[in-house]
């Protein structure tokens, strides 16, 4: 049995520019996603504040806070899926540092 060195460090290589593509893709598309939801927020507030509107604090709150722990358990089964190699989690905590 023979050591290809080179097929390992070729596949290192794909391995960490897909991880640093999808991690800089995804930190942009929360950084987008967040500044939307964020914009929809502040205008309901000002929208209840002009007396258009009356919103429920307690029920959006909590709303909000099944739908977090949803998107935290959606996230940790995509990252259980990922395949566990060295070269894609650097490249993807580099790229979403970099985002």
Do not use: C
């Not at 940790?76 to 990922?82: F, G, P, R, S, T």
Request: charged letters at 15%; zero cysteines.
């Amino acid at each position: 049995m023979e050591f290809d060195v080179n097929a390992m460090m070729g596949d290192m290589g794909v391995g960490a520019v897909v991880g640093f593509l999808t991690g800089y893709a995804i930190k942009k598309v929360m950084k987008l996603a967040l500044a939307l939801i964020g914009a929809y927020v502040v205008s309901l507030l000002w929208l209840e504040q002009k007396g258009v509107l009356i919103i429920d604090k307690d029920r959006l709150f909590n709303l909000v806070g099944e739908w977090s722990h949803e998107v935290l358990t959606a996230g940790e089964k995509v990252m259980a899926l990922l395949p566990g190699t060295a070269a894609f989690l650097g490249g993807f905590a580099l790229g979403f540092h970099r985002g």
